[in-house]
T-cell receptor
């Protein structure tokens, strides 16, 4: 059974710092991995998707990496801003592409 | 605006009552999903549908049922609500299933359900 873990549950950093969020999964037979952002009281917004054959994806100040062999993904945020404050969740699609399993998220707070 | 519409946005319900959460998408996505989100537990998959006419069970299907009569609608029914079903429910859809698809998920805004 696939399990997705995100540690830490919460993180607070000063504005301008670069930071890394972590995601680990137990079954390396995945179809893809996605990173989402969730603002309080809102739905989820997809940030980046990495196919199983890819190593990383970039969008603006965000870079996501994938290492299937070790069951890990990271989301790198460069030059953090207060507007980056949100909960970030990773999700793994299983190899049959039918189920998407989420981690419990990391709540990020950027201090001005 | 293309996307997913969920209704109601919020509901308080007495235990034992029947409740249907509605989800409609206008993107012609094949796959649709229902998740519940609870503090500390993240999002857990309740049921999914890969295409109209088919459904499947997720991680926590007990006490819930779904139907997929057409591409656009994917209602979630609680036949007899219990307090442990108090949660925020999210409907989602994705464009593709299978080897060629990107499988990017689009989420609705959520339905907050309280069972007393």
């Amino acid at each position: 059974k696939q399990e997705v873990t995100q540690i830490p549950a919460a993180l607070s950093v000063p504005e301008g710092e670069n930071l890394v969020l972590n995601c680990s999964f137990t079954d390396s037979a995945i179809y893809n991995l996605q990173w989402f952002r969730q603002d309080p009281g809102k739905g989820l917004t997809s940030l980046l998707l990495i196919q199983s054959s890819q190593r990383e994806q970039t969008s603006g100040r965000l870079n996501a990496s994938l290492d299937k062999s070790s069951g890990r993904s990271t989301l790198y945020i460069a030059a953090s801003q207060p507007g980056d404050s949100a909960t970030y969740l990773c999700a793994v699609t299983d190899s049959s592409a039918s189920k998407i399993i989420f981690g419990s998220g990391t709540r990020l707070s950027i201090r001005p | 605006i293309a996307g997913i519409t969920q209704a109601p946005t919020s509901q308080i319900l007495a235990a034992g009552r029947r409740m249907t959460l509605r989800c409609t998408q206008d993107m012609r996505h094949n796959a649709m999903y229902w998740y519940r989100q609870d503090l500390g537990l993240g999002l857990r998959l309740i049921h999914y549908s890969n295409t109209a006419g088919t459904t499947g069970k997720g991680e926590v299907p007990d006490g819930y049922s779904v139907s997929r009569a057409n591409t656009d609608d994917f209602p979630l029914t609680l036949a007899s609500a219990v307090p442990s079903q108090t949660s925020v429910y999210f409907c989602a859809s994705s464009e593709e299933q299978g080897a060629s698809g990107a499988n990017v998920l689009t989420f609705g805004a959520g339905s907050r359900l309280t069972v007393l």
